[in-house]
């Protein structure tokens, strides 16, 4: 009896380190306005250089049919309402692009951080071996300079609509922290429909593309779409706690007193499946147990067969041996 008390004993102390230190991750998460007061004064500095660029970039154009705008998208002269509706499609890469680098220093979790590792994975891979290799021009139409073949745009829009839709068709849950409905994934999917599939069309339409290299582009985008979710998937998660840990202590900001402990502390593996348990990391457990805390309870109040929660996460702390020594006692 002694023993068993002991082991009862061990596992109270066990969890109550763990709502110690949630407590703690709580005032962490708290904490930080002053990153979000940071980063916004940085998008706005970023913003009004993107405003000078522009302005000096347009003055140089000499295209005599339109004109070349930051991000390699035209704009036509007499644009009529399909030019206009076509040039704020290019732009939507971008906007999404920023969305998701805020979301990295916002929410600090590990999802925005593989969807950014994506992007720059498909415009290294395009930038940087396709384009030089092909070398092929833009059509005559485009005011633009750089080499067309193949598509920046196709790949990113039609890569990321590709892998969107596996993340939502193929998991219960796009992260391990949350709840998703049905509902939540149709979302999901209908926005990619919205934003990111007409892209490639767009740039047809303005004539920045052919379609031989909008139709390459969306090949090879898909291509490491795929290869990408197979690689997280079947390999890469295993590891993205250690990465995850590696993260949080990265001495960023740490001179500033509202963010002591850098500017990634408490940085969370949120990716579905979380990694098996003999990869698992103790600290990564009580950060994703927080977060589950933080979830919407009317998410959870919902029907059975509406909510899908995914199944052998491995976020709580031995969950199964807790209630033994109770049943020994």
């Not at 913003?47 to 302005?55: C, D, G, M, N, S």
């Not at 732009?91 to 994506?118: A, D, E, H, N, S």
């Not at 291509?223 to 995850?244: E, M, P, Q, R, T």
Request: glycine fraction near 6%; include cysteine.
């Amino acid at each position: 009896m002694g023993q068993k008390a002991t082991g009862a004993e061990d596992i109270v102390n066990k969890n109550d380190e763990v709502h110690a230190d949630e407590h703690v991750d709580e005032d962490d998460h708290d904490a930080p306005k002053f990153t979000v007061i940071f980063w916004v004064l940085v998008m706005i500095a970023a913003f009004v250089l993107l405003v000078i660029y522009a302005v000096v970039k347009v003055d140089k154009s000499d295209c005599d049919h339109g004109t070349a705008l930051p991000g390699d998208v035209t704009a036509p002269d007499d644009p009529d309402f399909g030019d206009v509706i076509s040039m704020i499609y290019g732009y939507v890469p971008y906007v999404i692009g920023l969305v998701v680098c805020v979301l990295v220093f916002y929410r600090k979790t590990m999802w925005p951080v593989l969807i950014l590792l994506l992007a720059g994975l498909i415009v290294i891979i395009n930038e940087g071996f396709f384009k030089r290799v092909i070398s092929q021009d833009r059509p005559d139409g485009s005011c633009l300079h750089s080499k067309g073949m193949p598509s920046s745009h196709a790949e990113l829009s039609v890569g990321f609509f590709l892998y969107f839709h596996l993340e939502c068709i193929f998991k219960p849950a796009l992260t391990s922290t949350s709840y998703w409905t049905r509902e939540h994934k149709i979302i999901v999917c209908g926005l990619t429909w919205f934003l990111l599939l007409p892209v490639p069309f767009t740039r047809v339409q303005l004539e920045d593309h052919s379609w031989e290299q909008v139709g390459v582009g969306a090949l090879i985008g898909c291509s490491v779409a795929v290869g990408w979710y197979c690689l997280l998937n079947f390999w890469a998660y295993k590891h993205l706690d250690k990465v995850a840990n590696l993260i949080g202590k990265c001495p960023c900001c740490k001179c500033c007193a509202p963010l002591r402990d850098g500017l990634f502390h408490g940085f969370t593996n949120d990716y579905y499946p979380a990694p098996p348990n003999e990869y698992v990391k103790k600290k990564q457990i009580k950060l994703r147990n927080y977060q589950e805390a933080q979830a919407d309870v009317s998410e959870v109040q919902q029907s059975p067969s509406d909510v899908q929660t995914p199944k052998g996460k491995s976020t709580l702390l031995e969950p199964a041996q807790s209630d033994e020594p109770e049943q020994q006692l």
